[in-house]
């Protein structure tokens, strides 16, 4: 994590996340870094549905629809979670880290959304405890996020 909170002070990019199955996992391991609080805005963790539809304004149909652990949902998730903490990027987790299939959706389906120039979320199926889920799951995000910073930076 240290090489991300480098990565970010560095160029002042700003950075949140909402977290639902990781519960502040990586918000815990990036805001335990000295002066990350230059650019670490802050997270929510929305655990329930009705915590993301409250917080996140995320459309109870779109939950039912999709339900929570999906693509859509992860998006609007990163999407709304930069707007509200106002950041240049934002990474979601949502996902199903046991014990049992969730909406249908087997033990380690996940996705991790990333709003920073673009929006993308990447589908995982991982395996391990709900620990272990949860931190395989931060460190995926941590790597993609220092992949899209390092190419923005390439471009500009």
């Known amino acids: 994590m240290n090489e991300l909170a480098e990565l970010l ?12 199955f990781t519960v502040g996992n990586f918000a815990t391991m990036l805001g335990s870094i000295p002066g ?18 409250r917080l996140l304004s995320i459309d109870h149909a779109l939950i039912e629809k999709y339900g929570v652990v999906s693509k859509e949902i992860a998006t609007l998730m990163c999407v709304n979670g930069k707007s509200i903490l106002d950041t ?4 979601s987790f949502t ?3 046991g014990p049992d299939a969730m909406e249908g959706k087997p033990v380690g389906e996940v ?15 991982l395996t391990g405890s709900r620990q272990e889920i949860a931190s395989k799951a931060v460190e ?15 471009k500009n």
């Open 9 to 20: 002070i560095e160029n002042g990019i700003t950075i949140s996340s909402v977290e639902s």
């Open 111 to 125: 996705y991790i959304g990333i709003a920073y120039q673009d929006v993308v979320v990447y589908k995982l199926n």
């Open 95 to 97: 996902g199903n880290a």
């Open 36 to 53: 990350i609080s230059k650019v670490y805005k802050g997270s929510l963790i929305t655990y329930q549905s009705e915590t993301k539809e």
């Open 140 to 154: 995926f995000a941590k790597k993609k996020i220092i992949e899209k910073i390092n190419e923005n930076l390439k």
């Open 88 to 91: 240049d990027l934002c990474v």
